[in-house]
């Protein structure tokens, strides 16, 4: 099976700052790695798809790569804002396996301070 | 679209008594999942669905059921409730080769 981890369970940057989080997986390297949002009390919301043959996908403040040789995936936020504060997770599909069967890891929280 | 609807969001058992989860989603998507989020534990993956009709388990399956009739429709079942199963569950449903939409979660509590 493949093992997800996320760097340190907590993040504080002040505004204007880029976040940068890490995910690593250690086993086989996926198709593809998702990243979502997760605020508390609701349900995770997600925001980047990036596939094994993509480098780099953007979208907005929001920036994710992913390194199949290091077998990691960072997802950076620049210009950070108060409201980029939640938890962030990331998740992969299991071995060949179709996007049903998609694991997270526990996730970084991030907190920006004004 | 309403999205993903689950209900109830909040339900109290005792141990030993079973109760479904209901599940809905009216985007058409292909799969649907069951997770549950612990402290510390992050989510995992109960069962999921690829199509209706076709199930299999995921990471913690004990103790749950499933089926899928429809596209629409995933309920997950508690057979015999037991305090470890005290947990907020979420389902959530994806396109192929998309991102998955979450509901707002069922905040379950067995005594």
Redesign the interface.
């Known amino acids: 099976s493949q093992k997800i981890e996320q760097n340190s369970e907590a993040l504080n940057i002040q505004e204007g700052k880029t976040a940068t989080l890490t995910c690593n997986y250690t086993n086989y390297s996926p198709a593809y790695l998702q990243w979502y949002r997760q605020d508390p009390g609701r349900g995770p919301v997600f925001l980047l798809l990036i596939r094994e043959n993509e480098k780099e996908k953007r979208k907005e403040r929001l920036k994710v790569t992913f390194d199949t040789t290091l077998k990691q995936s960072l997802f950076h936020i620049t210009a950070s804002q108060p409201a980029d504060s939640a938890t962030y997770l990331c998740a992969l599909p299991d071995r060949g396996s179709t996007l049903g069967r998609l694991y997270f890891g526990r996730g970084t929280q991030l907190t920006v301070w004004p | 679209n309403a999205g ?1 609807t689950q209900t109830p969001k909040f339900q109290v058992l005792k141990t030993g008594q079973s109760m479904t989860l209901q599940c809905a989603q009216d985007m058409n998507h292909e ?1 649907m ?1 069951w ?1 549950r989020q612990d402290p ?6 109960i069962h ?3 199509g209706a009709g076709i199930t ?1 388990q ?2 913690v399956p004990n103790g749950y059921n499933v089926s899928r009739s429809t596209t629409e429709d995933f309920p997950l079942r508690l057979l015999s409730a037991a305090p470890s199963q005290t947990s907020v569950y ?1 389902c ?1 449903s ?1 396109p ?10 069922t905040r379950l509590t067995v005594v």
């Not at chain 2, 510390?40 to 993956?45: D, E, I, S, V």
């Open positions: 993903v799969y999942s997770y510390g534990m992050g989510l995992r993956l999921y669905s690829v299999d995921g990471e979420f959530a994806a192929r080769d998309k991102g998955y939409t979450f509901g707002s979660g």
